[in-house]
């Protein structure tokens, strides 16, 4: 919204606030980053045996086996007992649900992922009504709430109904503070400030999983440990403000207005009052004709915010398909789980180093496509490799390799994307937006075990078409309009009108002064000029 834009140049965009919401923003990707990956943590099964008559010489077996060892290997078990990777007891040695209890622990953790479907929907929806700070806040004492829970949660009714609270808070709980970093950076700064805080901190996260898990040496000391510091958060109120175009979406005008009143204490900023008293006004003549409380479905009623949707839908679901995949395809290496989470997660940095370097240079829409194009040429590739190796001394080496880069690529195009849906949806619907695109990816890993099952009939074929999704996704995109250096659309009006000028063969690195969308250009003109001379956003 180019009247934001312009008050935030006078109040700061680049300034003593910024620093401090990224401080904050490293921190919530630190804790959403335990958060989310707890639930992998908690359920780690180690390697287990039937402890039934064992031997005094007995020497543990090198892979879990649920039947007795020895003669009377028909029977069934009746005590288990395993080798546990450097003493860390998880939730699944401790209450023996391995062989024919192994569905509760299936069904707890489909409880989590369809919690977090759920709560992103719920709360989503939550954000456009009463603002994007309440929901950071509430979704992560949500998270804090579950996790503790589920420390009690001993029996299946009460597991599974402590992982689906834990799992309401998941996207949420990161998802609202990303847009409110964004909406206060400097477009200019937007790529580098959250590219370095993701890249950093999440990735600092999720390689600190395990050793914290290892380190507490229980699943319940982890959940514990790693839930408390969520605690945090409501003292954000202290220092993050309010989204000012959430607030003006609203027609919210005076609490605007003392939210960047604030924003320009907190820089060391004057700002005299006719400023803000210019800056409702033209607000308010900005939105003269714009409709009341739009919802979700408004994005569907127009035909080119309707094409833009449904292609970021798309998008998301290859993108989290093509991850989820990736990671369910590494599992029974004969490596430690606890290394090759630290080795997978050590792919997150380098990603998004090569965002900053690349996504303000090339732009938004250049990025997903490239980024999407070469992760479907590499997956149909590795598709090839992995249908060549054979059980050699090599393959594990081979295959932790492959799924390091094959990480990295998935990284690249989701971490672009976020930001890409992020900037497209309309601050209007933003956060039920942003929430619905991430549902969508989560919802569709759920063919992610039958596109791998395709394997027994052909085996590259999960590979096959999971490159060929990566590859339509990488052609959708070039229908999307850029975004980079151009001032976001704040009503559904603006999202129609957006980069309609914009043709597929568009980039921000051939021509970066293409035309914006009418209506910006006519919030450019300050209320009165019908001028659509786009140069003057840029």
């Known amino acids: 919204m180019l009247e934001v834009d312009k008050i935030l140049e006078k109040c700061g965009d680049c300034s003593r606030l910024q620093l401090w919401m990224l401080l904050l923003f490293c921190l919530v990707n630190v804790l959403s980053a335990l958060h989310y990956y707890s639930q992998t943590i908690i359920s780690f099964v180690p390697t287990y045996w039937c402890a039934d008559n064992l031997p005094a ?35 699944t040695s401790e209450l023996n649900w391995i062989c024919g209890d192994a569905w509760k622990l299936t069904l707890g953790q489909s409880m989590f992922f369809v919690g977090s479907v759920v709560g992103s929907m ?21 998270a804090l709430t579950g996790n503790l829970l589920t420390i009690w949660g001993t029996n299946l009714t009460l597991f599974c109904t402590f992982r689906l609270i834990s799992g309401i808070a998941t996207d949420s709980n990161f998802v609202m503070m990303y847009i409110l970093v964004m909406e206060y950076m400097r477009p200019s700064l937007r790529t580098l400030g959250l590219s370095i805080c993701i890249g950093f901190f999440y990735c600092l996260g999720s390689m600190a999983a395990p050793w914290i898990a290892v380190l507490m040496g229980s699943w319940r000391e982890f959940l514990l440990v790693t839930s408390l510091p969520l605690l945090v958060v409501p003292l954000f109120y202290l220092i993050v403000p309010e989204s000012i175009q959430w607030l003006i979406s609203k027609q919210k005008y005076d609490q605007a207005v003392i ?46 915010l309707r094409r833009n949707t449904f292609i970021l839908f798309f998008k998301s679901m290859v993108i989290t398909l093509c991850y989820d995949a990736v990671s369910r395809n590494v599992q029974g290496l004969g490596i430690s789980p606890f290394i090759m989470f630290s080795l997978s997660a050590t792919a997150i940095l380098p990603a998004c180093l090569l965002i900053i370097a690349l996504q303000d240079r090339i732009g938004r829409k250049a990025m997903a496509s490239a980024s999407l194009l070469l992760s479907g040429i590499f997956i149909s590739v590795t598709g090839g490799i992995l249908y060549a190796a054979s059980a050699s001394d090599r393959t594990t080496t081979l295959l932790v390799s492959l799924s390091v880069i094959g990480r990295f690529g998935v990284t690249v195009a989701y971490n672009s994307g976020a930001q890409y849906a992020t900037e497209l949806i309309p601050t209007c619907v933003r956060g039920q937006g942003v929430a619905a695109v991430h549902v969508a990816g989560y919802a569709f890993t759920f063919f992610s075990a039958f596109i791998l099952y395709t394997r027994s009939i052909f085996s590259p074929l999960p590979e096959i078409i999971l490159g060929l999704l990566s590859l339509l996704g990488a052609c959708l995109c070039l229908l999307l309009p850029e975004t980079l250096n151009r001032t976001l659309p704040t009503s559904l009006e603006d999202g129609e009108d957006f980069g309609k000028n914009d043709r597929w063969y568009t980039f921000s690195f051939l021509d970066k002064r293409s035309p914006s969308a009418t209506t910006l250009d006519t919030q450019s003109a300050k209320m009165h000029s019908q001028s659509t001379d786009s140069s003057v956003y840029f």
């Open 259 to 304: 939210c960047l009143k604030r924003v320009a204490r907190i820089n060391g900023r004057h700002v005299e009052e006719s400023f803000y008293e210019e800056f409702v006004e033209e607000c308010k003549f900005s939105q003269q004709n714009q409709k009341a409380s739009p919802h979700l479905l408004h994005l569907f009623k127009t035909p080119r």
């Open 57 to 91: 010489n007995f020497k543990p077996p090198e892979t879990s086996s649920c039947l007795p060892l020895g003669q009377n290997s028909s029977s069934s078990c009746h005590s288990y007992d395993y080798e546990l990777y450097m003493n860390y007891q998880s939730l």
């Open 122 to 142: 719920v709360l989503g929806y939550l954000a456009d009504l009463v603002g994007r700070l309440p929901i950071l806040i509430v979704a992560n004492l949500i």
